[in-house]
Every structure is written in structure tokens, then in C-alpha cells.
């Protein structure tokens, strides 16, 4: 049978985008690719990189006061969002163009528009014409959603936040994920007056407690009003304000409520279940280990599969994809050990288990160090850092490393290397300390904090 093309990839995000360029660029395989939106997807878009950028943003409002305790003299004159979102609009036009221009590089042809899955070997696109590929990717993505109460189509999404003509002066945030907490950051930093629900008893569930106890007391000393185990129960508009009324009994008035409640995969309407693709209880495409559907010419890689909805993950999905169908070399994504980074303030790096999750499995020991770093310290700031390592305590593998700290992010990239090979926290020990840094306190903490039997 002879197809139009070798590989369709449905959607322009990072996971798509490289597999489709890889298997032209280097399989020499004729590649097609619809995207509905812009490309580069949620990441680049709508996610990652907008929201670091506002990130720096907000960190600078601290750095006239801090710098005059260095003996710099410096003024703020405050902070002009209409000035910042101009360069960050044309920042994300420039990456966008960087993502089209590899696409052509590679040879890969691409729609702008939405596309469907028809049968096994076809996809519809928008303006009704069909194309046949002998294999067909799925690469849609994710989107955020409103919860189901009175008055949700009065909040706005992550979707919206960075085009927003004004930052609010009061915002609620809800939620309690590491979106919601960074941008309870962000919004904070750039003068936003912030209130944040959690249904939960603690923010960022899932990470280790001790980390995230210690974001959840930095952020509320920062000036965040963290209300915990409180969620919102309806909105009103009144005025120019939205009311939101909370399971605490309370009713408050903001110009913003932030839903950050949650994301479910792009899949509804794709025709992927009438064509015997299964998808999961939230609508996520259901994979095997090599990220293929139950339809074997369909596969299906990023976060619209729900296994670990991270960027750099989806483009391992999308090169593993590449290397099994195209080059004959089949590969399995490896979701074991990812380092992630959490851009909240302060920002949380973290790979491996969690102490929770090490001493549900066996004997362990835990190495754990909270202090003043030296620069903030020196300016007069009450922030603390936090370097952690969950330890087998059998093997002596290092089995977690946690951190809390400025530049976390960066840290545990190194540090997820060590983990990832199996170090033991004798190898830690026997790494020569860099001084004076923060980091430093991962290879010089000798005696354990704790240990459980």
C-alpha cells in the first residue's frame, strides 16, 4: 500500500516537533505535522518558558534593598508589565519561528491547522482534506481546567495569564501544584497582593514533606496568604470585582481568580476511540512501554499519555518513537529517576523518592541540612535553604536528594546525574566540597539526620 507519507505527527509541541524533525532530518523519512495553535506548544507557548521568564521578573523586586546592604544605591521606580509582555511576546514569536524553521529544515511539510484521526493509516485535517501515513503520532498535549461551580467562567487559566492587559492588585489563586505555587510566586514578586486555597493539608503533594513544608513557610514569610485545607466554592461578579466565597465561611473580594486546578490531555473529538485507540479514565491515550496505542500504526508520546507530563520527558518519548519505528532499534523511554525542578519561591530541585516513599520500602537513613545561605543572610533576610539525601540504608545508595534553595533547579540537574548512576552516599562523601557555596552541604553532611528501621 502506498501512503502519502511515512509519519504524520498530530500536534507542534516539543515532543512532536522533535520526533517528526528526527525522522526526517535523520531516518530520511517523509514527515507531515498539524498544529491547530502555535508551535512549540504548551512549553513554549503557554508554560515553561513564559512563565521562567516572569519568574526573573519577579525576583527582582527584592534587589534594591538587598543590594543596598552591599553598599550599591540603588532606586525602584516599579514594575511595568506592559513593557515586560511586550519583550516576552515577541520573545515567544522568535522561538516559535526557530520551531517552524527546523521543522522546514528537516523537510518535514506542515498544516496549520487542527487534524483528526480517520482510520488506522489517515488523518482529516480542518478544511476537509485527508492524508494517509503509514505511521501516525499523537502529539497534542494538554490543557488546564476549570473546576465545575458557580461562577468558573469568571477565572482564568494559566492559559491566560500572560496576556492579561494588567496584573491584578488582589488575585486568589487555587490550588496547590507546583503551578499554583509558582505563579503564587511570580504574582507576589511583581506586587500582586496574593491570596492561595488549598484544599489539601500541604502544598506540592507528591514531593517530599520536608521540602515542601519548608516552600509552604517560606512563601507564606514572604507575604503570600497561604490558606490551607480551604477551597472555593463559588464566584460572583460585583462590580468590577469577583467575590469568592470559601469552604472557611469566608467571602473576599479580587480583580483575578487563577484556576490552577488541574490539566487533562487533548483527546476529546480525535475520532481515537472509533478507531480502536484506548484512552484512560481522564481521557489520557493509553501506551504500551514503546509508546504505541492499541492500534499498532498509531503511537502516542507526551503529556496527552499522562505518564510523566514534563517537557524534556516528551522529547525523550519522541526520539525513543524515532529510534523504534525509524531506525529499527527498539527503545523504551526511561521514566525512572527524572530530576525536576520546581519554580516556585523559593525554588525546590528534586530527584529520586521522597523520604516518604523510601521508608515505605525499606531501611533507610536521612541526611538533612537547613540554614541561612551567605548571601541572603548577609543582606538581612530570614530565608532558609534545605539539602537533603534519603539513603539505602543497606546498600547505601542514595536513593533521594531534595532542595530547597535559590538555583535548585540547577543543582539537582547535576545531582540527578550521580543519583541516576547509583551513587551511595560514600561516593557523595568522597567528593571533594566546593566552598563557599550552598551546595557544598550535599557531600559534607556526615551523620545522619534520622533513620528508619
Excluded at 328 to 340: M, V
Aim: aromatic share 6%; glycine share 12%; hydrophobic share 40%.
Amino acid at each position: 500500500m502506498t501512503f502519502d507519507y511515512d509519519l504524520f505527527v498530530i500536534g507542534g509541541g516539543s515532543g512532536g516537533v522533535r520526533a517528526a524533525r528526527v525522522a526526517a532530518g535523520e531516518a530520511g523519512a517523509k514527515v507531515a505535522l498539524a498544529e491547530e495553535d502555535r508551535y512549540g506548544g504548551t512549553c513554549v507557548i503557554r508554560g515553561c518558558v513564559p512563565k521562567k521568564l516572569m519568574v526573573f521578573a519577579s525576583e527582582y523586586a527584592g534587589v534594591c534593598e538587598d543590594a543596598a546592604a552591599y553598599g550599591w544605591k540603588l532606586t525602584n521606580d516599579g514594575f511595568d508589565w506592559r513593557a515586560f509582555r511586550a519583550k516576552l511576546e515577541g520573545e515567544l514569536d522568535r522561538l516559535e519561528g526557530i520551531y517552524r524553521n527546523l521543522l522546514k529544515g528537516s523537510g518535514v511539510e506542515t498544516f496549520d491547522q487542527r487534524a483528526s484521526v480517520v482510520d488506522a493509516h489517515t488523518v482529516r485535517l480542518a478544511d476537509g482534506t485527508q492524508k494517509s501515513a503509514k505511521h501516525i503520532l499523537l502529539a497534542m498535549g494538554g490543557r488546564p481546567v476549570k473546576p465545575e461551580i458557580e461562577g468558573a467562567e469568571l477565572g482564568i487559566t494559566s492559559n491566560d495569564i500572560f496576556h492579561l492587559d494588567q496584573l491584578p492588585k488582589r488575585v486568589l489563586i487555587i490550588g496547590g501544584g507546583y503551578i499554583a505555587c509558582e505563579f503564587a510566586g511570580i504574582l507576589n514578586g511583581l506586587g500582586s497582593k496574593v491570596t492561595q486555597y488549598y484544599r489539601g493539608a500541604q502544598i506540592l503533594r507528591g514531593f517530599d514533606d520536608e521540602a515542601r513544608g519548608l516552600v509552604s513557610e517560606e512563601m507564606i514569610q514572604s507575604g503570600i496568604d497561604l490558606h490551607l485545607g480551604t477551597d472555593v466554592l463559588s464566584l460572583k461578579k460585583d462590580g468590577e470585582n469577583i467575590i469568592a466565597k470559601a469552604t472557611n465561611g469566608t467571602e473576599e473580594a479580587f480583580d483575578q481568580v487563577f484556576f490552577a486546578t488541574g490539566r487533562v490531555p487533548n483527546t476529546d473529538n480525535m475520532g481515537l476511540t472509533e478507531v480502536g485507540v484506548a484512552l484512560g479514565r481522564k481521557g489520557e491515550v493509553e501506551v504500551d512501554a514503546y509508546s504505541q496505542t492499541a492500534v499498532p500504526s498509531i503511537y502516542a508520546v507526551g503529556d496527552i499519555t499522562d505518564r510523566a507530563n514534563l517537557t524534556p520527558v516528551a522529547i525523550r518519548e519522541g526520539m525513543a518513537f524515532v529510534e523504534t519505528v525509524f531506525k529499527g532499534n527498539p527503545t523504551k523511554p526511561d521514566h525512572d529517576l527524572i530530576p525536576t525542578a520546581i519554580f516556585t519561591q523559593p525554588e525546590m530541585g528534586t530527584v529520586g523518592l521522597s523520604e516518604e516513599e523510601a521508608r515505605a520500602a525499606g531501611p533507610i537513613e536521612v541526611y538533612c541540612s537547613s540554614f541561612k545561605p551567605m548571601q541572603q543572610s548577609f543582606a538581612g533576610r530570614a530565608d532558609r535553604v534545605l539539602m537533603k539525601l534519603v539513603v539505602c540504608a543497606d546498600t547505601r545508595r542514595v536513593l533521594g536528594c531534595h532542595i530547597v534553595a535559590p538555583a535548585a533547579g540547577e543543582m539537582i540537574q547535576l545531582a540527578g546525574i550521580a543519583v541516576k548512576m547509583g551513587a551511595t552516599k560514600e561516593d557523595f562523601d568522597r567528593t571533594c566540597a566546593v566552598h563557599p557555596t550552598m551546595a557544598e552541604e550535599i557531600v559534607t553532611m556526615r551523620n545522619p539526620t534520622r533513620s528508619h528501621k
